[in-house]
């Protein structure tokens, strides 16, 4: 049997040495790690869809820049409502989580916190959320709130269907709607590609994630892309990368980007042809620090898509 996780201890993909373990009072800490805020590379990946998505508007409309005000609605968002989905997946995944070497010492598994109390910071957070989403048009808000759908169901996807990826990506990518419906109050051609470019990268990036738990997995019958695709997950990582460059740059050629935003779709390219090389025979340690990476690739295509949004208004200009 393996040790019992420690009170208030790191868990195995926190950051190191970050704020919540070292500084934050010690009974804040087990909320503090339902939301997940010593893991920000989630809120990071919720948030990249809706900044591709303003990106491409701001080029669309004519604009100089993505709208601020949205960019830290979103930004504020996605920290929020990733702690929200984090804590009810965690609520319903709890007895798994206790079978899973990288989860056990999660604050439900370990005891830190009961459900009812977990319960109710989820729904905290989702009023804080609603509150988020109130400030933008009518059609957006009713966007988000049609997401909720997916999430609820996406918990459950691990013990239905051997990609559960797919499902997290129709959740984890709705922003790339947002972005788009926030400056227009509708949705047009490339909200809807870059969307599926977030869908099929998140399906990417998340079995690269799984890799750590294969064998965990396995003995507590949770389903994945990693176990699915088994010795081919190199090559399906790859296909998914594929198809995200191919659609996100269909969609900045339909938003009407020019030579900028495709210089941001090709280093976003070679970061993520970078991860696929760095796959064959990676370790755990390895797989998580390719996970994490994926913020910096995704921040290179948003980069790519403001500033061509930037340059193209002052050429108008």
Same mark, same amino acid.
């Given at each position: 049997?393996?040790?019992? !996780?420690? !009170?208030?201890?790191?868990?195995?993909?926190?950051?190191?040495?970050?704020?919540?373990?070292?500084? $934050? +009072?010690?009974?804040?800490?087990?909320?503090?790690?339902? %939301?997940?805020?010593?893991?920000? @590379?989630?809120?990071?990946?919720?948030?990249?869809?809706?900044?591709?998505?303003?990106? &491409?508007?701001? @080029?669309?409309?004519?604009?100089?820049? +993505?709208?601020?005000?949205?960019?830290? &609605?979103?930004?504020?968002?996605? @920290?929020?409502?990733?702690? %929200?989905?984090?804590?009810?997946?965690?609520? @319903?995944?709890?007895?798994?989580?206790?079978?899973?070497?990288?989860?056990?010492?999660?604050?439900?598994?370990?005891?830190?916190?009961?459900?009812?109390?977990?319960?109710?910071?989820?729904?905290?957070?989702?009023?804080?959320? &609603?509150?988020?989403?109130?400030?933008?048009?009518?059609?957006?808000?009713?966007?988000?709130?049609?997401?909720?759908?997916?999430?609820?169901?996406?918990?459950?996807?691990?013990?239905?269907?051997?990609?559960?990826?797919?499902?997290?990506? =129709?959740?984890?990518?709705?922003?790339? &709607?947002?972005?788009?419906?926030?400056? *227009?109050?509708?949705?047009?051609? !490339?909200?809807?590609?870059?969307? $599926?470019?977030?869908?099929?990268?998140? #399906?990417?990036?998340?079995?690269?994630?799984?890799?750590?738990?294969?064998?965990?997995?396995?003995?507590? /019958?949770?389903?994945?892309?990693?176990?699915?695709?088994?010795?081919?997950?190199?090559?399906?990582?790859?296909?998914?990368?594929?198809?995200?460059?191919?659609?996100? /740059?269909?969609?900045?050629?339909?938003?009407?980007? /020019? !030579? #900028?935003?495709?210089?941001?779709?090709?280093?976003?390219? /070679?970061?993520?042809?970078?991860?696929?090389?760095?796959?064959?025979?990676?370790?755990?340690?390895?797989?998580?620090?390719? *996970?994490?990476?994926?913020?910096?690739?995704?921040?290179?295509?948003?980069?790519?898509?403001?500033?061509?949004?930037?340059?193209?208004?002052? =050429?108008?200009?």
């Amino acid at each position: 049997m393996p040790d019992a !996780p420690q !009170p208030h201890a790191p868990l195995p993909d926190a950051l190191n040495d970050h704020w919540v373990d070292t500084r $934050a +009072p010690h009974r804040l800490r087990p909320y503090l790690k339902l %939301a997940r805020i010593e893991r920000p @590379i989630g809120w990071q990946l919720l948030l990249l869809p809706c900044w591709w998505s303003a990106g &491409l508007a701001a @080029i669309s409309s004519g604009r100089a820049f +993505p709208d601020p005000w949205h960019c830290v &609605l979103f930004l504020i968002g996605a @920290i929020v409502m990733r702690g %929200a989905g984090c804590t009810f997946n965690d609520i @319903i995944d709890r007895k798994l989580d206790a079978q899973v070497a990288r989860t056990r010492g999660r604050p439900l598994p370990s005891g830190q916190i009961t459900t009812k109390a977990a319960a109710l910071f989820m729904v905290g957070l989702s009023f804080v959320g &609603l509150l988020i989403l109130l400030q933008f048009n009518r059609f957006t808000i009713l966007a988000g709130i049609a997401s909720l759908l997916i999430v609820a169901v996406y918990p459950f996807m691990k013990r239905i269907t051997n990609l559960p990826q797919f499902v997290l990506g =129709l959740a984890f990518s709705w922003g790339g &709607l947002l972005g788009w419906s926030a400056v *227009f109050g509708r949705l047009d051609a !490339p909200a809807y590609l870059i969307y $599926a470019a977030a869908v099929v990268w998140t #399906v990417g990036y998340d079995t690269i994630y799984a890799m750590q738990d294969i064998e965990d997995d396995v003995i507590a /019958g949770i389903k994945s892309s990693a176990r699915y695709f088994g010795e081919h997950g190199r090559e399906a990582i790859a296909l998914c990368f594929a198809l995200a460059v191919a659609l996100a /740059g269909l969609a900045a050629w339909t938003a009407g980007a /020019g !030579p #900028v935003a495709f210089a941001g779709l090709a280093a976003f390219a /070679g970061h993520l042809g970078w991860q696929v090389s760095r796959l064959k025979g990676a370790t755990s340690p390895v797989a998580l620090a390719l *996970f994490r990476s994926n913020w910096h690739a995704g921040l290179l295509l948003a980069a790519g898509f403001a500033l061509d949004a930037l340059g193209r208004y002052a =050429l108008q200009t």
